[in-house]
Structures are given as structure tokens and as C-alpha cells.
């Protein structure tokens, strides 16, 4: 028999080795399923966890994550933004008429109009063009530019974007008060087009790819071992599950309120030499922790403060874990009240003492604003403080 020290050692590494490389789905409730992908359907992600088949509706999917994202490729490729937002990197891209084909590290392959490109960029690792077409994109216009680079310096010239060559090679490109010309597209450094349109189709998910390749998708079909996205654009792209890193079905589903700016926060912006209102730290602006755990998370707010929300009726649930950092002096003055307003109605009311960690959990569908108050301990309502741990709203 092997010595207990070693036969823990042994139990350990096997429980790494059957756990490397699971698959992971988060739920919108909080739930996490690890297993192995065994398809995606319309309605559904199933997840083989051990000898179970985990099934989930779509409409609770939250983030589906295989594996890490690897830096994006070194070597010479592109870097294109669609109009539905799709983000990749081409190893190639060929243009037909009025189509693209791009080519991913991957090798997988997207297809799309040529009236679906917002803008194309060569070389992106080189950080000098990188820098400098950033501030391109800054730079506000009307007009569809050529990006050409020259001596160090990547100039952006405005004008129309026409028609590709009947070879494929060149693009018809035309200044104001000027002649047109076909400049050959594998001696510009990018193109950007001005655009108007949007897709017709709302995307569901995002698909990330391990080369870091960003795939917006109204619709997913998987087998376990290829997953097929469907773009706004139209474009079906099929994909190894060897190439993907994760599937982003968050899309606003879950909504941070530390992420989002309040429609309405209490006049007095300073209290006792504090902001009223912090986003992701406690009260003297540290990372926040409420009995020992570590949130990422949250909004602090002074006693004495209001703070309101827009949900527009988008929303169907808000959760907080509320508690005061203790270690922040302010925090230990006495218990603090929150009470939580759903279109002016009273929903909540909780009391909470720098002992005390308390979740909390409404239901919001429909309803337009959100209000929260927090009352201090004494009878002017303010001295002390509360975090809102992990403040969120999902759909």
C-alpha cells in the first residue's frame, strides 16, 4: 500500500488530470456545470458531466468557456471589424465582386458582402501602424479612407471605395475633384468604409476563438466536436471545438451596476470627505472585502445617499450581496438600512451591521427604475456606509 502522503499526491493528480481541459458552462442563476460539450441546439446546451447528461436552457446560458485565449498570431494577417461587430484576425483575404473571404489562423473560413466591412488592417502587430491607425479611427469622417504606409507614417487619404477588379487585385477609389484610380489592394495598408447600416438580426452570443478571433452569432449548432455560427451577416462558419476558447451569451444578460452610469445619484458629491458613490472599491478606495471575501464587484454608498437606475422594463432580476468593509473606520459606526425602490414602490428593506453579510434578490420585470437609499444608523441618516457586493440586473 502506498504511504498516505503519497497516495493523496496520487488521488490529486488524478483529479487534475480527469478536470484539465473540462468544459465549463455559468448559468445567469449562479450555477456552473463542468463536463464536456455534447451539442448546442436551439433550445439547449447538454454538457456530459461524469455519467450525467446536463441540460440547459439557452436562455440561461451565460459563458461557456473551453479554454485560454493564446496572444493573437505574430506573423503577417489582418485584422477586419465587420458591421455586426465580428473582430478577426485573416491569415488571407481574397475579394470576388462583391464578396470577402476571409481566411482565420484557424483556417476556418467567413464569408461575407463587401458591404459588410467597416474597416481592414495589415500588419496590426506592428505596434507603429497599430498606434497610428488608432488614432485614424479617432479621427472622425464621412468619407471611406485608404491607409497607406510610407516611411514610418501611415497616411489616411478620404475619398469613395468602389468596386473590386475583375481580378480580385485591385479596388476602384475615387477623391473629391479628383480622377478615380484602382489602387492595387495588396499595396494599401487597410481601408476603412464609412457605414450606416446594421444588421437585421440581433446577435446571441459571442463566439471568441483560441487566436482571439471575436464571431457575433445569431444562432449555434454543435455536435461536440464542430460548432456552426450564424452570423447577423448571414455567413455560416463552421469551427473545430479544438479552435474555440469561449461562447459569451452575456450580451447585457447580466449587467454589473458598477458598470453602469446612475440616471440620478444624491446632490452632495463628497461626505465627510468621501465620495457618496464608488464603483468597484470600498469606502477609502480598496479592492473590496466583506467578512474575508474578496469581491471584484460592487458600489459602496454614504449613508444619507440615493442612488437610481434606468432598466427600462429590460430586466428581470437584481441580486447584491450587502455588508460593510470593516476595515474602513466609517464602516463600524452601527447598523446601516438599504431599502431598494421599484418605480417608487418600497421592495426592500435591510438592515445590516458590519457583522453581517446579507443577500438580497428582487424580482424586476417591467419595471422601468431602480432606487436605492441608504439610511445611516443616527437620526441624520448619514455617517457609516454599505457595499453592494456583487450588484447586478440580468434579463
Not at 497610428?132 to 497616411?155: C, H, M, P, W, Y
Not at 430586466?315 to 447584491?320: E, G, I, L
Not at 427604475?369 to 457586493?389: C, D, K, M, Q, W
Amino acid at each position: 500500500m502506498l504511504p498516505h502522503r503519497v497516495s493523496l499526491a496520487v488521488m490529486a493528480f488524478l483529479i487534475a488530470a480527469l478536470t484539465a481541459g473540462a468544459d465549463e458552462l455559468k448559468t445567469l442563476g449562479g450555477k456552473s456545470v463542468e463536463g464536456k460539450l455534447k451539442r448546442i441546439d436551439a433550445d439547449s446546451i447538454v454538457i456530459e458531466a461524469g455519467n450525467d447528461a446536463v441540460s440547459t436552457p439557452l436562455s440561461q446560458a451565460l459563458l461557456l468557456e473551453f479554454r485560454q485565449s493564446r496572444p493573437h498570431p505574430d506573423g503577417d494577417h489582418y485584422e477586419v471589424r465587420l458591421i455586426d461587430d465580428s473582430a478577426l484576425f485573416a491569415k488571407y483575404i481574397a475579394y470576388s465582386g462583391k464578396d470577402v473571404q476571409i481566411t482565420l489562423a484557424s483556417g476556418g473560413q467567413v464569408k461575407v458582402p463587401l458591404s459588410s466591412l467597416v474597416w481592414v488592417l495589415k500588419d496590426p502587430q506592428n505596434p507603429t501602424i497599430k498606434k497610428q491607425f488608432q488614432n485614424v479611427l479617432k479621427a472622425k469622417t464621412r468619407s471611406d479612407r485608404i491607409l497607406i504606409f510610407k516611411e514610418g507614417e501611415l497616411n489616411a487619404i478620404d475619398g469613395i471605395l468602389g468596386e473590386i477588379g475583375a481580378d480580385g487585385k485591385t479596388i476602384a477609389f475615387k477623391r473629391e475633384g479628383n480622377e478615380g484610380i484602382t489602387p492595387r489592394l495588396d499595396l494599401l495598408q487597410g481601408m476603412t468604409f464609412f457605414r450606416t447600416e446594421v444588421p437585421k438580426d440581433s446577435a446571441v452570443c459571442k463566439v471568441v476563438s483560441v487566436d482571439g478571433d471575436l464571431l457575433m452569432a445569431t444562432k449555434l449548432e454543435a455536435d461536440g466536436t464542430m460548432l456552426t455560427a450564424t452570423t447577423p451577416l448571414g455567413a455560416k462558419v463552421p469551427l473545430k471545438n479544438e479552435t474555440l476558447a469561449r461562447l459569451d451569451f452575456n450580451l447585457g444578460r447580466l449587467t454589473f451596476l458598477s458598470d453602469v452610469e446612475p440616471s440620478k445619484l444624491s446632490d452632495t458629491e463628497f461626505l465627510g470627505g468621501f465620495p457618496t458613490y464608488r464603483k468597484d472599491v470600498n469606502q477609502d478606495g480598496r479592492p473590496i472585502v466583506l467578512l474575508n471575501q474578496n469581491f471584484a464587484k460592487g458600489i459602496t454608498l454614504e449613508g444619507g445617499v440615493t442612488v437610481e437606475y434606468n432598466l427600462n422594463g429590460k430586466y428581470k432580476d437584481f441580486k447584491a450581496m450587502v455588508g460593510v468593509d470593516t476595515r474602513a473606520a466609517e464602516g463600524a459606526l452601527g447598523k446601516t438600512t438599504v431599502v431598494v425602490y421599484a418605480d417608487g414602490e418600497k421592495k426592500l428593506t435591510v438592515g445590516v451591521s458590519p457583522t453581517e453579510l446579507k443577500p438580497i434578490a428582487l424580482n424586476v420585470k417591467d419595471v422601468g427604475t431602480l432606487r436605492i437609499v441608504v439610511e445611516g444608523p443616527n437620526f441624520t441618516g448619514l455617517s457609516a456606509y454599505v457595499t453592494l457586493a456583487d450588484a447586478r440586473i440580468s434579463q
